[in-house]
């Protein structure tokens, strides 16, 4: 089967395709989870899948099955997939390249009649990216049991729109029950989002894991006053016990080398009005680090210096962490399939730590898991900018090819 090769036109003109709904003005793509967009995106890649004659199911998270019948359709399937929900300025391959390159896999084994023994599924988890309703991962969250269905659909974004009520109105609101059902293995290729590739000149990540996470909603209260007439010694200024505690995400990020990673990305300031005095301030804190012990020391030195910054000057504060992601090891063998794939296919290829969370950080709870990882521009993602090379993508997913029919086809 090793002279099977992907169809790399086909892969890019499906991307592009895909790119084309939720099209920013600089070339990325604005397509956040649960809106009329992502059910476009969503309808789209079902119309693929069955018109390659895949049966297809939504759970009742809105994750999507697409499933292609194997010779031996009572084993527990092979499994591939991502997410299509992108950031607000997002790119066209975060999450899409895993999705559609599963497409491309069935369409490829399609045009090859070859009849797999087990079933092949791709999947699409809803909400990867956690912009919209935080955190991020919830639909593979969920489906290995971390949240409830109740506490995922009672999620509510910026507006107060719930999961729930947002998966029934796009129609993604589905009755096969989440989780529990059993996975042979399950592999997602993925843009690699770092330098790391490009600046080694290898074509793939054979990924061994990822780095663990920690998020924090911080909120820091001080008193709304006039501008003018309030002294500056008598001030409760939330603005700046905030800005200060900003300062002291990205000191604990560099003291933490090598390794950590430490940002603020959300920040709302009330009343944001320029001649009052800022009476409260909530960000967000995103820790990552691939070591447990010091994701928790990162976490400790928040807590403690924090609250010193702000009870030095009248203003109160509250951390709340949303969301904890332990570093996680992939399964050896999926990474053997992964490493087989690439070396038949002759490509250059390292292994590789995730610097950011994918849902195969989840369902490697439930199943043998591994990523494959390509190059994009620069290492930049999460950027309208995001780039990658359709040979770079056509290679990785051949490797996904592989290391499916590696699982897929074994006695
Ligand atoms: O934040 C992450 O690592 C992923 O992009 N959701
Ligand atoms: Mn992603
Ligand atoms: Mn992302």
């Known amino acids: 089967m090793r002279n099977l090769r992907i169809n790399q036109d086909r892969l890019w003109d499906s991307l592009m395709e895909m790119a084309r709904i939720g099209a920013t003005e600089k070339g990325g793509v604005n397509r956040q989870a649960l809106t009329d967009l992502d059910r476009e995106g969503r309808d789209l890649f079902v119309s693929w899948c069955e018109a390659q004659g895949c049966s297809v199911r939504v759970d009742t998270m809105g994750n999507i099955f697409a499933r292609r019948a194997g010779t031996d359709d009572g084993l527990a399937p092979v499994m591939t997939g991502s997410h299509l ?40 988890w809803t909400n990867e990216e956690g912009c919209r309703f935080a955190p991020a991962m919830v639909g593979s969250s969920a489906y290995v049991g971390k949240f409830s269905l109740e506490e995922a659909h009672a999620i ?26 059993e996975i042979a293995a399950f592999f997602e290729a993925h843009i690699e989002q770092g330098p790391i590739l490009e600046a080694e000149r290898k074509t793939i990540g054979i990924v061994r894991g990822a780095q663990g996470q920690r998020w924090f909603d911080v909120t820091v209260t001080g008193q709304e006053a006039h501008a003018g007439p309030t002294p500056m010694a008598i001030r409760r200024d939330a603005l700046v016990g905030a800005s200060r505690i900003v300062d002291l995400v990205n000191r604990i990020g560099h003291d933490f080398q090598p390794g950590a990673c430490a940002t603020v990305g959300q920040f709302v300031v009330a009343p944001n009005s320029r001649n009052t005095i800022p009476g409260r301030v909530v960000f967000s804190v995103d820790f990552r680090h691939p070591e447990e012990e010091r994701l928790s020391e990162m976490k400790a030195r928040l807590l403690a ?68 990882f390509v190059p ?36």
């Open 305 to 372: 210096e924090a609250e010193a910054i702000t009870g030095g000057i009248g203003l109160d504060l509250e951390i709340d962490e949303i969301w904890h992601q332990p570093p996680i090891v992939f399964d050896e063998a999926c990474v053997a399939a992964v490493a087989k794939g690439a070396e038949v296919s002759g490509l250059s290829a390292m292994r590789i730590t995730s610097g950011a969370g994918h849902d195969a950080c989840n369902i490697c709870e439930v199943a043998p898991t591994a990523m494959i």
């Open 376 to 411: 994009c521009e620069d290492g930049i993602s999460h950027n309208e900018a995001e780039e990658a090379t359709a040979e770079d993508l056509a290679a990785g997913c051949d490797v996904l090819l592989g290391a499916i029919l590696d699982r897929a086809d074994a006695p």
């Open 156 to 181: 509510r974004d910026g507006e107060g729109k719930s999961m729930g009520e947002e998966l029934e109105r796009i129609g993604y609101l589905g009755d096969l029950p989440l989780g529990g059902r």
């Open 85 to 124: 929900d992108t950031q607000p300025t997002g790119g066209k391959y975060d999450g899409v390249y895993g999705v559609l390159a599963g497409l491309e896999v069935i369409r490829t084994l399609n045009d090859m009649g070859h009849a797999t023994r087990r079933p092949v599924e791709v999947a699409v």
